[in-house]
């Protein structure tokens, strides 16, 4: 089982930072890939970052690179997303997604299991 529980978002201002985190469970949770997407309003969902069960490879959008970090503790079972710099293109619904194999982190066919989301939201 892999259940990804998502915490930590909220409302800041452009500029501040939030740390996302996702709460999975057991060890098919912490051998395989799991991604960050998120959802604007009115807007597909996309992937913002992703990070192999090793943590050796991660994948970021274009968008985020250089202000977001993916990274996982694979004891406590949680993968965390810290944003910085955060503008108000940023604000959206983000959702955590958990793999129960192994595959390409670009691939959304990757992720089996998705979080209820949270809600990010950045003011000007």
């Known amino acids: 089982q892999v259940h990804p529980v998502e915490s930590g978002g909220g409302s800041v201002q452009a500029g501040d930072s939030l740390r996302l985190s996702c709460a999975g469970s057991?060890?098919?949770?912490?051998?395989?890939?799991v991604g960050w997407f998120r959802q604007a309003t009115g807007k597909e969902r996309v992937l913002v970052a992703a990070?192999?069960?090793?943590?050796?490879?991660?994948y970021y959008a274009d968008s985020v690179k250089g202000r977001f970090t993916i990274s996982r503790d694979n004891a406590k079972n949680t993968v965390y997303l810290q944003m910085n710099s955060l503008k108000p293109e940023d604000t959206a619904v983000y959702y955590c997604?958990?793999?129960?194999?192994?595959?390409?982190?670009?691939?959304?066919?990757?992720?089996?299991?998705w979080g209820q989301g949270t809600q990010v939201t950045i003011s000007s």
């Open positions: 997604a958990g793999s129960r194999r192994s595959g390409p982190l670009i691939r959304s066919t990757t992720y089996t299991d």
């Open positions: 990070i192999k069960g090793s943590s050796v490879s991660t």
């Open positions: 057991g060890d098919v949770f912490n051998r395989n890939p």
